[in-house]
C-alpha cells in the first residue's frame, strides 16, 4: 500500500536498460472503477509532457523508484482515448469535500491510499473530520467526483483514527509473540515435543513478522545494531532476530507496520 504523495515524484526506471525514463508527474484516476489506471510522466527533455504509464505495466513501486520493463510502457495519451477522456474529468480527490448520500457532510480529504500490487485500487480515503485524521475504507464510496465524493450513511460510524489501526496490529503481534514465549517456557515432557513447540513458535513468528516494515533501529541485547528503519523484513532477518534472543524477537514484534 501506497500513499499518492509516496508516488508522485518517484523516478521511473527501465529495469531492460536501467536508465531514468522520468518522474511520476500525477496519478489519473478512474472514477467509476475506483483505481489508478495511469502514472503520468514528467521529462525535462520532452517539449510536450502529455505521457503516460499504464498501472498494469508498472512492475514495481518501491520507497526509490517506479520501474517498468522497458520503455514501450510508455504510451502517448493523445493516442489513447480512455485516457484523455479519464484527464478531463480531473478527478483528483485531494481536498474533495465527502458528503453521504443524503447530503451531510463528513469531511475533506487530504491523502488516499493505492494498492500497487494489486492493480492500482484506491483501498481508503484519509479525510480531516472534525480535527482529527481519519481513515474511511474505500467500499464506502458510491461516488469519486471532481470536487465531491459520495459516501454511504453509515460511513460516519465506521471512521477509523489514522495510526489506531497500525498500533493495534502491532500490539496484538507482540502479544502474540509473547503468548507463545510464556507457552514454550512451561515445562517440556520430553526434548522431541519441546524440540516441536519450538520450531512451532519460529514458525508462527516467520507468519507474523514476514514482509513487514520496520519503524524503528532494532539492537541486539548487547546494543548492536540489528535491523534498520525501514527494513522489509526477510525470512534470514527474522532467523538473526530469533537467534539474538526472545527478548530482541518482541522488540521487533512492537516495531514493524501493519
Known amino acids: 500500500m501506497k500513499n499518492s504523495t509516496q508516488i508522485k515524484g518517484l523516478p521511473i526506471i527501465s529495469i531492460s536498460n536501467g536508465q531514468q525514463e522520468g518522474k511520476v508527474q500525477s496519478l489519473i ?103 482529527k485524521e481519519v481513515l474511511i475504507d474505500a467500499e464506502f464510496v458510491l461516488t469519486y467526483g471532481k470536487d465531491i465524493i459520495v459516501v454511504k450513511e453509515e460511513t460516519a460510524a465506521s471512521l477509523r483514527e489514522l495510526g489506531a489501526k497500525e498500533e493495534a496490529s502491532a500490539l496484538d503481534t507482540a502479544e502474540e509473540t509473547e503468548e507463545l514465549l510464556e507457552e514454550l517456557s512451561a515445562p517440556a515432557i520430553n526434548h522431541a515435543e519441546e524440540a516441536e513447540r519450538l520450531q512451532a513458535l519460529k514458525e508462527k513468528q516467520v507468519e507474523l513478522l514476514l514482509n513487514k516494515k520496520v519503524v524503528n533501529d532494532i539492537y541486539t541485547n548487547e546494543g548492536q545494531l540489528l535491523l534498520t528503519k525501514g527494513t522489509v523484513l526477510t525470512l534470514a532477518d527474522i532467523e538473526n532476530a530469533q537467534l539474538a534472543g526472545p527478548s530482541v524477537v518482541i522488540d521487533l514484534s512492537m516495531n514493524v507496520e501493519a
Not at 518501491?62 to 484523455?84: F, K, Q, R
Not at 469535500?97 to 487530504?110: A, D, H, M, P, S
Open 29 to 131: 484516476i478512474n472514477p467509476e472503477k475506483g483505481t489508478v489506471d495511469f502514472l503520468t510522466i514528467e521529462q525535462e527533455e520532452w517539449q510536450d509532457n502529455n505521457f503516460a504509464i499504464p498501472f498494469k505495466k508498472v512492475v514495481g513501486v518501491g520507497e526509490y523508484a517506479v520501474t517498468i520493463e522497458n520503455a514501450h510502457a510508455i504510451m502517448d495519451l493523445n493516442e489513447i482515448p480512455i485516457a484523455s477522456e479519464l484527464v478531463n474529468k480531473k478527478i483528483g480527490l485531494i481536498d474533495a469535500n465527502v458528503i453521504t448520500r443524503k447530503g451531510e457532510l463528513i469531511g475533506k480529504v487530504f491523502e488516499f491510499v493505492v494498492d500497487d500490487e494489486n492493480g492500482g485500487a484506491i483501498t481508503a480515503l484519509q479525510a480531516n473530520v472534525k480535527n
